[in-house]
């Protein structure tokens, strides 16, 4: 294969759909690592999975019944006032019981079971594509709002009490947002491809920052990057595309860490 398939009408619509992702996931990872929630990635995009699974059952959009599986978890969350991991992680042993189940029990069979967690970005179209681009719209309104004061709940935990502020608000619009973005990734990215998008440039960019806005900025190219770069190795090589995405994101903190560990060692080192 060649770099021409990059421009080739077949990939254009998944291309685009995963760039969208790409830039935006990892801004909804540092929020996730922020409040110490990463686990949140893996709950919301496995109970997303289960949810598309129904929607592909009962002849509906994937993208659709994951959004409202994703959307339901977060709004009990808030109800049963549960926060940190715990939660998630019984998003997770739910979603993927529920995967399972439907797959087993429905006439589709196990196939588009497999689909959404491996993922499968290259049969996207203007479905997932208009549901990133709204994605990434609603991102744009909603997070210039929502990132302030979720980072003063993080430092300054005692402000909400003691103002009387409506929390439950903004906590729960961000986790809503992540939600939608955990459903519409997962639908073209596999639940592990978009895990890894999450988790890891967020990872990369609080061990590199110097304050937040550069971290920002450097979780979005770290996964912009990380994505052109599986991209194109799947194309070539003629690979699934979320195994190797999450191989080039992990490859790349491996050699971040490393380079890191160096450097303290030698910035350590005694002068002769």
């Known amino acids: 294969m060649h770099l021409d398939l990059l421009w080739e ?3 254009r619509l998944p291309f685009l759909t995963g760039l969208v992702l ?3 996931l990892p801004l909804l ?7 110490e929630e990463w686990l949140a990635a893996l ?3 496995h109970l997303a999975a289960a949810g598309a699974l129904a929607a592909l059952v009962v002849g509906a959009p994937a993208v ?3 959004a409202l599986a994703a959307l339901a978890a977060v709004l009990l969350k808030t109800l049963a006032v549960a926060r940190g991991n715990l939660a998630y992680a019984a998003m997770i042993l739910l979603g993927w019981s529920l995967l399972l189940l439907l797959a087993a029990n429905s006439a589709i069979g196990t196939g588009p079971g497999a689909d959404l967690i491996e993922g499968q970005l290259y049969f996207a179209g203007p479905i997932e594509l208009g549901a990133a681009l709204l994605l990434g719209l609603l991102a744009l309104v909603l997070l210039p709002g929502l990132m302030p004061r979720l980072l003063r709940a993080r430092l300054w935990p005692a402000h909400e009490a003691m103002n009387r502020l409506p929390a439950w608000r903004w906590h729960l619009g961000f986790d809503a947002l992540a939600a939608l973005g955990m459903a519409v990734s997962t639908a073209s990215l596999g639940v592990m491809g978009a895990f890894a998008l999450v988790l890891l440039p967020a990872w990369l960019a609080f061990r590199l920052a110097a304050s937040w806005r550069q971290a920002l900025g450097l979780a979005a190219a770290i996964g912009c990057g990380g994505y052109l770069l599986a991209f194109v190795l799947a194309l070539l090589f003629d690979q699934p595309f979320a195994p190797v995405l999450v191989l080039a994101l992990l490859l ?4 971040v860490a490393a380079s890191m560990l160096t450097w303290r060692r030698r910035t350590r080192r005694p002068a002769r």
């Open 22 to 24: 790409a830039l935006l």
């Open 64 to 66: 659709l019944g994951g």
């Open 43 to 45: 709950g919301l995009a």
């Open 252 to 255: 790349l903190a491996a050699v």
């Open 29 to 35: 990872g540092l929020l996730l690592l922020l409040r």
């Open 9 to 11: 009408p077949l990939f």
